[in-house]
Each structure stands twice: as structure tokens, then as C-alpha cells.
């Protein structure tokens, strides 16, 4: 009989936690910027005041230059921590909203 024991099986790995959501369709914005083309209702982003056309400039400290930018920065942020979104309105204003990032189910 062999003396070797079977390998003990991996530990299961642990949960990731829930990630964030802004409830937002974007697109790159052909400048700085993620284009907003879809807001879902009810959604954190429609909560916080974004509209198609609103240009995502930054959330929290993470500049957003792209959609990817955005994808990633959201990645980042804590579902139920309320963050600063800055937007570019369609008709040029710039404005800073309060965003709570939902939990993605």
C-alpha cells in the first residue's frame, strides 16, 4: 500500500464580493469622456440625475477618459458608498452629481 496521502482537495475560494453598478450604458465620448446612451430606471445613475448625452468626466478621484474608464473606476467603487460623479451636459454645463453605486444581481 502506498504511504502517500491524496492530495487534500483546494479550499473553495471565497466569494468576491457584490460588485458596483451605475445602471448606465455609456459609449467612448470621441473626447474625454464616457457618452451616456442608456439609462436604466430605476438605476443609481438616474437616481443621481444622469440623462442620454450627459458626459462622464470623473467618479470619485478616477478620471474617465473612455467608457473602459468608467467600467473600471465603477469595478472600484463600494456598492452603497455615495461617490462624485462630474458630468458635461449635452448643451455644454458641467456639474457634479452624488452617486450611489447599486449592487450588481
Known amino acids: 500500500p502506498s504511504a502517500q496521502a491524496a492530495p487534500a ?42 440623462i442620454r448625452g450627459d458626459v462622464v468626466l470623473q467618479l470619485g478621484s478616477d478620471r474617465v477618459d473612455t467608457a473602459a474608464d468608467l467600467a473600471r473606476a465603477v469595478r472600484r467603487a463600494r456598492p452603497g458608498k455615495a461617490v462624485l460623479l462630474t458630468v458635461r451636459h449635452s448643451g455644454g454645463g458641467y456639474q457634479q452629481l452624488t452617486v450611489t453605486p447599486g449592487v450588481v444581481t
Open 9 to 50: 482537495a483546494a479550499p473553495a475560494p471565497a466569494p468576491a464580493p457584490p460588485g458596483a453598478t451605475l445602471g448606465v450604458e455609456v459609449v467612448d465620448a470621441g473626447k474625454p469622456g464616457a457618452l451616456v446612451v442608456g439609462v436604466h430606471v430605476p438605476g443609481s445613475g438616474y437616481a443621481a440625475g444622469l
